[in-house]
T-cell receptor, first 114, second 113 residues
Framework: AQTVTQSQPEMSVQEAETVTLSCTYD???????LFWYKQPPSRQMILVIR??????QNATENRFSVNFQKAAKSFSLKISDSQLGDTAMYFC???????????FGTGTRLQVFP | GAGVSQTPSNKVTEKGKYVELRCDPI?????LYWYRQSLGQGPEFLIY????????DSGLPNDRFFAVRPEGSVSTLKIQRTERGDSAVYLC???????????FGNGTRLTVT
């Protein structure tokens, strides 16, 4: 069975600074996807970034980038130039290729301070 | 609508009662998912529909939980004989097809007293 671990329950960062959220996972699969989702108080899960395991290049989306270490089964999220609107819960998630369920970690609460 | 719509936003019910939670997916999305998020946890998969059929219901916790999607669009999650442990946020998501990005709704917060 796959598991996703987020070891940082809470993080804080000052506006305009950079913060990194950690995620590790366990799987015996070779082909899979990894995701970071943001959940603001509205409860809606918003996709931040997606990484295909077969791609060596780390995914980037504007201020968001990942450090994907397949051998170490690590998938951290770096947020650059943090903004107040980045304040939210962040969830790391795993999905087997050709599967239909996301497996989520327990989340990291990020607070961005002015 | 522009996004996935879930109603009601909040539902309070008494232990033992029956509840229905509704999900309106994005128009044209064939795949629909239900997840349950307990306090302080990440969402947990309940069921996946492809069109009208439940392609994977392995996440439903027991036979008190049931979901339908009769016309391949709107879905209803039904919970019989609710228990206090059913209290959670129930999230619905849809995608254009399997493996496409998921679009989530704002969830229904269910409180069983």
């Amino acid at each position: 069975a796959q598991t996703v671990t987020q070891s940082q329950p809470e993080m804080s960062v000052q506006e305009a600074e950079t913060v990194t959220l950690s995620c590790t996972y366990d799987t015996s699969e070779s082909n899979y996807y990894l995701f970071w989702y943001k959940q603001p108080p509205s409860r809606q899960m918003i996709l931040v970034i997606r990484q295909e395991a077969y791609k060596q290049q780390n995914a980037t989306e504007n201020r968001f980038s990942v450090n994907f270490q397949k051998a170490a089964k690590s998938f951290s999220l770096k947020i650059s130039d943090s903004q107040l609107g980045d304040t939210a819960m962040y969830f790391c998630a795993f999905m087997k290729q050709e599967a239909d369920k996301l497996i989520f970690g327990t989340g990291t609460r990020l607070q961005v301070f002015p | 609508g522009a996004g996935v719509s879930q109603t009601p936003s909040n539902k309070v019910t008494e232990k033992g009662k029956y509840v229905e939670l509704r999900c309106d997916p994005i128009s044209g999305h064939t795949a629909l998912y239900w997840y349950r998020q307990s306090l302080g946890q990440g969402p947990e998969f309940l069921i996946y529909f492809q069109g009208t059929g439940a392609a994977d219901d392995s996440g439903l916790p027991n036979d008190r939980f049931f979901a339908v999607r009769p016309e391949g669009s709107v879905s209803t999650l039904k919970i019989q004989r609710t228990e206090r442990g059913d209290s959670a946020v129930y999230l619905c998501a849809s995608s254009l097809m399997r493996d496409s990005p998921l679009h989530f709704g704002n969830g229904t917060r269910l409180t069983v007293t």
